[in-house]
Every structure is written in structure tokens, then in C-alpha cells.
């Protein structure tokens, strides 16, 4: 069976981000994947130190014992799909995220990354109403330096407005493509 990572990166448990991961959720639910998702804000994430302990014969694990994360490692390397969901903050994705990913450090191996050749997918939430002022862009072009450099295939890169709680849903556009991506997730798998 496909193993499905979803990462959110919102804090808010009734919010935007959070309702269109459930939407995405349940149809992998339904069409038999195995997913999972992670909320960032509930686990405990340092920073990383750019210690480069990592680099030491390269463990798959980081030299940061004291937090979530060596737990949360293998996880991310046996899902076969990996799905970045986060809101817009400050133009770009949220810090929780970044804070996530900066730890993938840790995942290298000689000559490459354990995650290289996975595939993943997007979804981005912000509250402009203007796309090129929400800074969605900026977080698209991160994510996509990210895909490219783990050699990943991208599903699908979804984002639009949504700023208050409960405004997703009425954003029946976006929640239209959310469900579009989770159907895509699921034939690729
Ligand atoms: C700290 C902070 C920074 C934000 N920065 C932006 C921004 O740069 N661009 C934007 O369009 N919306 C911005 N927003 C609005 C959020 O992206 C929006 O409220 C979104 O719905 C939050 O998603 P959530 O409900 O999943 O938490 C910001 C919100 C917060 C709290």
C-alpha cells in the first residue's frame, strides 16, 4: 500500500490549512492509501544546528536527541508521497515548516538524499486577495529548489485565499483542486 506523509504547517487546528489537508485526507482515506499526518505545532522541533554531526557516516539521524525528530525520520523516509501543507507568513511558508525542513539535513547519504526520487505535492493557504502580494511565489520557488534537489516528481503545486477561519471552505475553487490533487496523489500511487 502507498504511504502518504502530509506536514502541516499551521497552528491553527480549525483553520484553513488544517480543513483542506481533512479534504485531501479524505479521499486518500477512501481510495486505500495509508496517510499520515504530521502537525508540525503539536511536535517538538528544534532548530538545527548545522552541526554537521550528520555528516559522520551519515546515521540518518541527528546528533539532537532531545526532541521529536529522530523518532519522526524514518516516517518521512518510508513514505512513497510527501506533501508540504502550509500558511503564508511573511511571504513564504511557515517557520514551523522551515524549521521541518532544515532538519531534512540529517536524511543525506554518500553522494545523495534518502528522500531523492520521492514524490510530492503543495498546498499553499494566504490571506490576500492578490496572489503577487499574498508571496505564495516565494514559497512555491522554495518548495520547487527542494523537489528539484531531491530529484522528486511534483503532483501538483495548489494554493489560493483563505484568511479567516472557515473561509477555505467557501473557496470552492481551491477546495475544488485540493480534491483534484488528492485524486492525482492517489492514481499516482
Ligand atoms: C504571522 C502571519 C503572517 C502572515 N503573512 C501573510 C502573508 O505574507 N501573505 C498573506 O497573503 N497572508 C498572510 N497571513 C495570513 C494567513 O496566511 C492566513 O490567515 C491563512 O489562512 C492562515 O492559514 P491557517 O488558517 O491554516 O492557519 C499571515 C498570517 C499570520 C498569522
Redesign the pocket.
Known sequence: MSKILILNG???RK????YLINQMNDILEKKGMESRILHLHELNIKHCRGCFWCYEGFPLRCVQDDDDMNEIYPKIIEADTIIFAS?????NYSGQLKLFIDRLVALHVKGGHKLDGKRFAVLF????TNVKE??VQHAINSIKHLIRYMKGETLGIVHGT??D?G?AEKNTRLVAEVRELANKICNAS
Open positions: 499551521s497552528a491553527r483553520g484553513n490549512t488544517r500558511p503564508i507568513y511573511w511571504f493557504v494566504y490571506g490576500d499574498s508571496g483563505a484568511n477561519i473561509d
